[in-house]
């Protein structure tokens, strides 16, 4: 009759370790059903939240197919969280390229799209099913000012179809200065601009100054080693909008900027489109991250005098040992023959 109460200790001491277990269990167990997290979880790609202090933007990925918006910006120096939103009955994904500046050929077959971000790596590959939701967590320093990056679906023919689009980095950083004049002639003076600058895309601004009292324009060519001519330069603007299109005023000192952007290296020429002013030889050229072609050196004047100097000396030689010979020959009377007679 004793062995009740001693076995009540045994029973809790044999049950302990399993209320331990369940109690570790339901501390971990019942916040999960609530829907929460016990643990901190890292900000992934494709997670549907955000990373803190992000600049945040909304893409929608449509059956379009397209991308909405098409084109994003954001400043350089900063993280930024994408949300992504598939507004379709269709899967698509949103694939940023990891190269600054690279471009997807329109000509490119599924696979080749897949190749493409195969060989140059991604920042970002987000697979959304119908109506789902995700999350592109970036982050770009400042030196990245300028870039911008490409992003496609790889999902087949999406990509041919036109669902594709950029995201560009702003900068606050000054662009290339350099100053242009105008004249009556007319012309450029110079007619040669050179900018050298450290990655692209690159703004550069142009400050042209009018030398004279006609009105100008600097215009300049959106392609690159393009040569325009007279016949065909106002078609090849209506095909080819100009990076610059600026109206120098019509009087002497009357200044204007030029500001654009250019994305690849290369000769760019520009001209003045007031009639006749190109006919005229109105024309320049900029070199932007090209070396300038060196200008032939005009042919030494000193070797011309030196020349000169030898062949004047022997002439006035030749005219002095003439003359001296005229002389000479006037000093002496021609001889006479001795008279004859008869004898």
Same mark, same amino acid.
């Given at each position: ?5 001693? %076995?009540?200790?045994?029973? $809790?001491? %044999? ?14 167990? $019942? ?29 929608? $990925? ?14 350089? *120096? ?10 379709? *009955? ?48 970036? #982050? ?42 105008? #004249? ?13 600058? !450290? ?9 042209? #100054?009018?030398? /004279? ?16 001519? &007279? ?8 095909? +080819? ?11 002497? /000192? ?9 994305? !690849?290296?290369?000769? =760019?020429?520009? @001209?003045?489109? @007031?009639? *006749? +002013?190109?006919?005229?030889?109105? =024309?320049?050229?900029? =070199? ?32 002095? &040992? ?6 000479? !020959?006037? %000093? ?12």
């Amino acid at each position: 009759m004793t062995d009740g109460p001693s %076995r009540n200790p045994r029973i $809790l001491r %044999r049950a302990l370790p399993w209320l331990l277990a369940g109690a570790l269990l339901a501390s971990i167990g $019942l916040p999960s059903v609530a829907g929460l997290s016990v643990f901190r979880v890292s900000p992934e790609i494709g997670v549907a939240h955000p990373l803190a202090g992000n600049e945040n933007a909304t893409v929608n $990925l449509t059956d379009a197919p397209s991308f909405s918006p098409q084109f994003l910006s954001f400043p350089a *120096g900063t993280s930024i969280s994408l949300h992504l939103v598939n507004t379709g *009955g269709y899967a698509h994904t949103f694939t940023l390229s990891k190269t600054p500046n690279a471009r997807l050929s329109p000509s490119l077959s599924p696979a080749g799209v897949y190749a493409f971000f195969q060989n140059n790596g991604t920042l970002a590959n987000v697979s959304l099913a119908p109506g789902g939701e995700g999350w592109a967590n970036l #982050t770009f320093n400042e030196s990245e000012g300028f870039d911008d990056f490409e992003f496609a679906s790889v999902v087949p023919y999406q990509f041919q179809a036109g669902m594709y689009g950029f995201l560009n980095l702003t900068s606050t950083a000054a662009g290339l200065l350099l100053s242009e004049n105008t #004249t009556n002639t007319p012309g450029f003076v110079p007619n040669l601009l050179s900018a050298t600058p !450290a990655h692209f895309p690159v703004t550069i601004d142009v400050l042209v #100054t009018n030398q /004279g009292d006609l009105g100008h324009t600097f215009t300049l060519a959106s392609q690159s080693n393009v040569t325009l001519l &007279v016949s065909n330069y106002s078609s090849y603007f209506l095909a +080819h909008p100009p990076l610059a299109d600026s109206s120098v005023p019509a009087s002497a /000192g009357g200044t204007v900027w030029a500001n654009f952007t250019i994305f !690849a290296p290369g000769v =760019y020429q520009y @001209i003045c489109t @007031i009639t *006749g +002013h190109f006919a005229a030889g109105m =024309y320049g050229f900029l =070199y932007v991250g090209v070396p300038v072609p060196a200008v032939a050196s005009p042919p030494s004047t000193a070797i011309v005098e030196e020349w000169v100097l030898v062949g004047s000396a022997v002439l006035l030689g030749i005219g002095v &040992v003439i003359a001296m010979v005229a002389a000479l !020959a006037g %000093r002496f009377p021609p001889r006479t023959s001795p008279p004859h007679g008869h004898s």
